[in-house]
């Protein structure tokens, strides 16, 4: 009976999930085919393209093929090495046949051996020399490097990736069909312009001319190292052995450029591998901003030796920012000299950006500049030009050596200011490859109401325009009572009183943690002469700053530090209306204020 339970439980969960299974595959359309030549063959091993992407699926002998589209696939393509692509737009379609304009018979040789007239004499590099492509026996496929379709592919591995029959690529994990090993490595031998490399990663898709993955047959000429396939890489510009050469000039060095790293506006390091032969090899590298090169510096590691490929390096400083350069290893042994191919980089490095922004902190003598600069990379010099007039008259100097490649904000004080005067201002940024200049900027000498300045929020200011009075900005009680008692004095309403009021009461009940006494310790922004306002102070905090959206008040009632026989005033946030309140409530909230 327990064994009946297990098998019906089991059934049940595997009936659970199936509709899961279902759900996945109804997210994507199968389209289904046959591709075609001109005289009706079949043909085979053409890859499938949706929407520009390689799917990974090749159509069989038949030259059928299906492939599951996603949802929102708009077009289908079909590539062939030996007859080119043919795109076609899905619109709704599941059955798309395609048929090539050329035919496969002709690129079949009398002999009927399935290979290409013109490369049964190409010479491809095999680790010992280059041989006739005519004298491998068999080769899994052959990958043009120099192919649009691979313009855009970032690495090796990407070529490799849904390109070629019987190629599965995971990352950097490279495993030919049919050769798997449960005990070692799967990975394929590689060989790299005849010479055997432990990693691919270094060699940029620019300079690969061709990729020939091998096995069986094809590939015993390595050995035991072929047992999982071999992948012939060749590259642009590679050297040529042949068989016709002695032995000793097949000694001669193989060298391959790769990218270059740590690039910065005036330094780069070069980087490529060299195999020396077995003869003691001097490395260095050419560069310059033209294919003509101009300099040579040695590699850090010189000389080199063994039968193994090394990495080689050398830092080059000098540069001029924002060009491109070209640069190829170099190496020689006593039997001759190889050049990797011409690889190129691009120093980092342009003209800065520069954003004059609104002046803050402005009062009747001063203010604070503002602006934003890119410096591109490059050590920048930054000021700003200001006066009564567009044609400014005065600098100041922010930053001599800005640097970075991200913008940033930059600011800087300006005194002795006329009070009342309108200025105008901007911002300039230099370095070696241009000025930046920001927009006209203008703002006037005096404080403005709602101007966060000297500790809080302006919303008082005298006829001079130089004095008035500031809010915290923000409360410093919700529940503060006024005073259990009644002080004497505190009984001033107009502006002006709050600071006298505060004094009364602190004087009248000090042990008392009352709202007056909250604001009269309060040190905040720098300043420690904060005092609760009186009732006529209080009511412009809400008229000139609550009823236009500023100061971050409640709306609720606030204490002010007047009293009267009845109680103590308040203003309602809410309303805008000045009432007389209990002195013991506790829902009443509190904001310091101070005189400049």
Known sequence: MKLIYILISLFLVAGSVSPSYGQKKLNKTLITGYVTDAQNYPVSDAAIITDGNKTGIFTDENGFYKVRAATGTKSIAVFSYSLGTLEEDLIGRTRINFAFAGSIRDQITDAGQGLKPEKNEEMVNVGYGKVKRSDIATSVSTLDGRNPLFLSSSSVYDMLQGTLPGVYVNGKNVVIRGLKSFMQ?????????????????????????????????????????????????????????????????????????????????KTATLNGVVAANDLSCYVSFEYGTTTAYGNEVPASRNPLTGNFTSSVTAVIDGLEAGLTYHFRVLATNSQGSAKGADVTFTTPGDAPSAQTRPATNVSPGTARLNGEVNAQFLPTAVTFEYGITADYGATITVSTNLEGNTSVNVSSEVTGLDHGRTYHYRIVATNEK???????????????????????????????????????????????????????????????????????????????????????????????????????????????????????????????????????????????????????????RTRAVRAF
């Open 185 to 265: 490595s799967n990975e394929p031998l590689y060989i790299v312009d005849g010479i055997p490399v432990r990693s691919i990663d270094y060699i940029s898709p620019q300079t690969v001319r061709s990729i020939e993955v091998l096995k069986g047959p094809a590939a015993s000429i390595y050995g035991s190292r072929g047992a999982n396939g071999v992948i012939l890489i060749d590259l642009i510009d590679a050297p040529e052995i042949n068989d016709s050469q002695p032995d000793i000039l097949k000694r001669i060095p193989v060298a391959g450029t790769q990218v270059a790293s740590n690039v910065l506006a």
């Open 434 to 588: 241009g000025r930046a200049v920001g927009v006209d900027n203008s703002f006037t000498a005096r404080y403005t109401i709602g101007e966060y300045v000297n500790g809080g929020y302006i919303f008082y200011l005298d006829k001079t325009g130089e004095h008035g009075l500031v809010c915290a900005p923000e409360d410093q009680s919700g529940n503060a009572f006024w005073g259990s008692w009644i002080p004497a004095g505190a009984t001033g309403k107009a502006k002006g009183t709050g600071s006298r009021n505060t004094a009364d009461i602190i004087n009248g009940s000090p042990a008392e943690t009352t709202a007056a006494k909250l604001c009269f310790e309060l040190q905040l922004n720098g300043y420690n002469d904060w005092f609760l306002p009186s009732v006529d102070e209080l009511y412009l905090m809400y008229s000139n700053l609550h009823e236009q959206g500023m100061g971050g008040f409640a709306d609720n009632f606030y204490w002010s530090s007047t009293q009267d026989k009845f109680g103590a005033w308040v203003v309602s946030f809410y309303y805008g209306s000045k009432s007389n309140h209990s002195r013991d409530e506790d829902s009443i």
